[in-house]
Each structure stands twice: as structure tokens, then as C-alpha cells.
């Protein structure tokens, strides 16, 4: 497969914020094939690179202790090609800016913002580190998904600070969903959530991993720790389930249509 086409605006990357990395990495190579490379303590953290097959897929980062009871979490990254202006366009259509843009040596340059329904989503700006380099197979990121209570406001949101030319998927009380582009070249969904999900539950971005086979995917990584939060089922867009790993960080399962 070729490497995935990362236009600006679209989903590019997707890192893990855990408490225990070590914990993580064992999970995800047991589950997925997953390989990594630690970088640099004093240039890049120690943060972890993931690879399928040799191929550059994912990061893992050590939760700070500073961060309190801020749960283990994945976070996906948006493409910007200025990310000054993106910055200013989060603040200006109702986000909150968590992290100001932040030159990563030699790779590119980070932020990380709210947008205007609260959820916490990432910017990257593209040095040498140009996103992940597959995607859509099985053990990588499949799909990005935005579960948002102010469904109205968020797509305005992507559109506005990042460019999204959306497509209505659905428009009644029950399935209300958009799409960055459309139909095989869609790139990531907004969903109105407002109608399940808990009061406890913030809006959120989701990443699905292609899996061969949900089921039996599900029964491995229960095996190795993680929980069961959505059982797979069936939808027009393939079988799908929803877990959180053995420390608690959610991730999703949809069965790869190659498979």
C-alpha cells in the first residue's frame, strides 16, 4: 500500500498519553505487531515511536505526574500547513488552546487545542516527521471519529480553523454524522453524540484499528488486560467494537473490509 495521502486538515498522526508505557508497548505489540523505537531522554522526552512492519504508525508518551487524574488517553493530530494561523482560528471559533505551538527538533511543530465542544484535539505542522506512513490496514489507525455534544458548533469548528469541506451523512435526531470529504475519500466523521453520551463523558475523538477479525481481536485483548466497553456489532460501515487497554486509554476495533 502506498503511503497514506495527508491532505491539510485531515488526521496524520495519533499518540498515546499512558501511565505506563511499558504496560502499553506490550499490549500493543501483542495485539497489533507493534515494534518501537525510544527517542532521545533529553531531545524528544523519551518519546516512543510504534511501527507496523517497519512503517511508522503511532506514539506513546509518559503520562506526567503533574497531570493528575487525567485518564490514559489517545489523541489524534490534524495536518496544518501554517499552525500560527490555526492557533489563532481554535481561539477565534470558540476552542481553548491546551498547548501552544511547540517546535519539535528536526520533525515538525505541535499544539494541542479544545475545539468549541470541548474535545481535546491535536495540530501538526509537518518538518521531516510527515504523519503516519500506513494507515487503513490491519494493526493501524482505520478512522478518526469526533463523538461531540454540540454537533452544530463542531463541525463549524473543523471547518473554520482547519478547512474541512464536509458531507452531511445523516441529518435526523437519530444519526446526525459529517464527513471530512466523501464517500471512499472520506478521512475522519463528526457524530452528534448529544443523545447518549453520559453527563460525566466529555466530547471526544475515537481511533479505529483495523483488526482481520473483530471477534476474535476482542477475545486477545481481554485476554491481555484491556475491558470491553461497546461489544462488536454489525454496521453498515463493518464490525465494530470499543475497549479500553489494560490502563485504561479507549480505542476502537472495526474489521478491516480487506479481511
Known amino acids: 500500500m502506498p503511503k497514506p495521502d495527508i491532505t491539510p486538515g485531515a488526521p496524520c498522526w495519533i499518540d498515546l498519553m499512558t501511565s505506563d508505557p511499558e504496560k502499553a508497548k506490550s499490549f500493543y505489540n501483542s495485539l497489533f505487531g507493534w515494534t518501537y523505537e525510544t527517542g532521545d531522554q533529553e531531545v524528544y522526552g523519551g518519546y516512543i515511536t510504534a511501527s507496523k512492519d517497519g512503517k511508522m504508525v503511532a506514539g506513546i508518551m509518559q503520562k506526567q505526574e ?24 481554535a481561539t477565534a471559533n470558540g476552542g481553548q488552546v491546551y498547548m501552544e505551538p511547540m517546535d519539535v527538533p528536526e520533525q515538525g511543530t505541535m499544539a494541542m487545542y479544545a475545539d468549541s465542544s470541548g474535545a481535546a484535539i491535536g495540530a501538526w505542522q509537518f518538518g521531516a516527521m510527515k504523519g503516519y506512513e500506513v494507515a487503513a490496514e490491519t494493526g493501524t489507525p482505520a478512522w478518526h471519529e469526533l463523538l461531540t455534544k454540540d454537533y452544530t458548533s463542531a463541525v463549524s469548528f473543523y471547518q473554520n480553523v482547519f478547512g474541512w469541506e464536509t458531507t452531511v451523512m445523516g441529518d435526523t435526531p437519530e444519526f446526525r454524522y459529517s464527513t471530512l470529504g466523501a464517500g471512499d475519500d472520506a478521512k475522519a466523521g463528526i457524530m452528534d453524540a448529544s443523545g447518549f453520551l453520559p453527563a460525566e463523558v466529555p466530547s471526544n475523538w475515537g481511533v479505529y ?34 475497549l479500553t487497554d489494560p490502563t485504561g486509554a479507549v480505542f476502537k476495533l472495526i474489521e478491516n473490509q480487506a479481511s
Open 66 to 89: 503533574d497531570m493528575g487524574q487525567m485518564p490514559d488517553v489517545w489523541s489524534t493530530y490534524l495536518r496544518t500547513d501554517d499552525i500560527k494561523a490555526t492557533t489563532e482560528a
Open 209 to 242: 484499528f483495523a483488526v482481520d477479525k473483530v471477534d476474535a481481536s476482542i477475545e486477545q485483548a481481554v485476554s491481555l488486560g484491556a475491558n470491553v466497553i461497546q461489544p462488536a456489532e454489525d454496521t453498515p460501515y463493518g464490525r465494530m467494537a470499543t
